[in-house]
C-alpha cells in the first residue's frame, strides 16, 4: 500500500517505474476493483468479499509476474507467486484481508472510518501459515490519516511484523524498542516518498494472536506520528513477498471497531456509546471451564435481518461449543452470527445463544459487544 510518490502512480492502476527500493514496503494501494466470486482469483487487483464483512485482495501492485489466491471463508492461500524483486525494495505484492476503506472499496457494513477519540476498542485476531523457501514479512497494515478518507495514500501508517523471513527490513531505520500490547517490539520509523511509516517488528515469528489494534495507534500517537483527532479507515493483514510465497495463507481473520469514549475523546474509555440494542451476558466459570449465556435485545425501531454479534474473549478463553449461533473463531475477537430459525430480531423483541468454553488464569467477562458494526450497551 506504499508507492514512492503516490501523486504520480497513473490511473488504469499500472506500477509507475517511479517505484524504487526503500526496504521493507507494504503493498501499494490500488485502485478498487471489481469484487470476484469466492474462489480462485489471479487479476491483479482482484477483490471479494467473506463472511459479508471482509474484503479479500490479491493487490498485485510491484510485478507483472503471476499472482493468484485462493479465498476461503475465513481467509486466503497464495497458490502462485511467481518471481522476485529485489530484497533491497519494495516487495512484489500485499495479498491481504481487510475491515475499513481501500481506495474507495469498503468492506460491508464497516465502521470505518472512525475518529480516534472516538474508538472504545478495535478487537482483532488472526492465524497465519508459514512456509519454507520464501522471502516475506506477515503483517498488519494500519492506516491513519486526518481527514475520513476512504480513497488514496493515508498521512501515517502502521506496520505490526508478525515474521520476516530472508535479509528485508521496514522502511526508514530501527529507532528504538518499545512493550505493545503485552509483547516486545523492534520500532522502526521512515517515510517511503508518500506517507510516514511506523513498524513494529516482532523479534520471532508470531502464527497466531488476539490483540487491540488500538495498542499500537496509542504507542504511534505517543511517539508524535498521529493525533487522537486523526482517523482510522482500515485495518488490513496479509503478506509482502519479495521471493516466492506459494503456501502462505492467513486462515483466520476477525476485526471489529468499537465505538464511544476511545482515547482522548468524550465519555469513558472503553464504554460503547448507547445504541439500538442491548447485551445480557451471564456466564457461569469453574475451575477452567465455562458457560455463557447471551441475550441480544433489540431496542430501535426496526427489525435486524441476519445478526451478528461481535465481541473479544479475554485473554486464555477458547469456544469449544455453542448453540443458537456459530462462533468464529475460537478465540480473541468472536463474531458469534444467528442460525436460520432465530436471525431475525425484531424490534422491541430479543434473540439468545450460548456457548461452552475453557479458560485460564483468572475468569473474566467481555466489556462491549457489536451488533452488526453497531455498539450496544450491557445490561
Known amino acids: 500500500m506504499k508507492s514512492l510518490i503516490a501523486s504520480l502512480r497513473p490511473a488504469g492502476r499500472a506500477v509507475t517505474a517511479l517505484l524504487v527500493a526503500l526496504a521493507s514496503w507494504g503493498a501499494l494501494g490500488a485502485l478498487a476493483a471489481p469484487a470476484h466470486a469466492a474462489g480462485s482469483i489471479c487479476t491483479q487487483y482482484g477483490t471479494t468479499v467473506i463472511q459479508d464483512r471482509y474484503v479479500v485482495q490479491n493487490n498485485r501492485w510491484g510485478t507483472t509476474d503471476a499472482q493468484c489466491i485462493d479465498v476461503t471463508d475465513d481467509g486466503f492461500t497464495l497458490t502462485q507467486a511467481d518471481g522476485s524483486v529485489p530484497n533491497s525494495g519494495a516487495p512484489k505484492s500485499y495479498p491481504s484481508v481487510y475491515n475499513g476503506c481501500h481506495y474507495t472499496n469498503c468492506s460491508p457494513g464497516t465502521a470505518l472510518p472512525e475518529r480516534l477519540d472516538a474508538i472504545s476498542g478495535a478487537p482483532t485476531a488472526i492465524t497465519y501459515t508459514y512456509v519454507d523457501g520464501a522471502v516475506y514479512d506477515a503483517a498488519y497494515d494500519i492506516w491513519l490519516d486526518p481527514e475520513p478518507r476512504t480513497d488514496g495514500v493515508n498521512r501515517t501508517e502502521i506496520m505490526i511484523w508478525f515474521n520476516r523471513v530472508g535479509p528485508i527490513q521496514p522502511v526508514g531505520s530501527q529507532t528504538g524498542t518499545a512493550t505493545v500490547a503485552g509483547r516486545g517490539w523492534e520500532v ?31 504507542a504511534t500517537v505517543d511517539r508524535g506520528m498521529a493525533q487522537n483527532s486523526w482517523y482510522l479507515t482500515s485495518v488490513q493483514a496479509g503478506f509482502e513477498p519479495w521471493q516466492n510465497g506459494e503456501g502462505l495463507a492467513v486462515s483466520s481473520f476477525s476485526s471489529a471497531v468499537e465505538t464511544g469514549g476511545g482515547t482522548g475523546g468524550p465519555g469513558d474509555p472503553g464504554t460503547p456509546a448507547a445504541g439500538p440494542c442491548e447485551v445480557t451476558y451471564t456466564a457461569q466459570a469453574w475451575s477452567d471451564g465455562f458457560t455463557a449465556d447471551v441475550t441480544i435485545t433489540n431496542t430501535g425501531t426496526t427489525p435486524v435481518d441476519g445478526w451478528e454479534l461481535g465481541f473479544s474473549l479475554p485473554s486464555g478463553q477458547t469456544v469449544t461449543q455453542a448453540w443458537n449461533a456459530t462462533l468464529t473463531p475460537s478465540s480473541g475477537a468472536v463474531t458469534a452470527t444467528g442460525a436460520a430459525f432465530n436471525a431475525r430480531i425484531a424490534a422491541g423483541a430479543s434473540q439468545s445463544f450460548g456457548f461452552q468454553g475453557t479458560h485460564s488464569g483468572t475468569f473474566t467477562e467481555p466489556g462491549a459487544f457489536t451488533l452488526n458494526g453497531a455498539a450496544c450497551t450491557v445490561a
Open 188 to 218: 522502526w520509523t521512515g517515510n517511503n516518498g508518500g506517507n510516514d511509516v511506523i513498524s513494529f517488528v516482532s523479534p520471532s515469528a508470531i502464527s497466531s494472536w488476539s490483540f487491540d489494534v488500538m495498542d499500537f495507534v496509542d
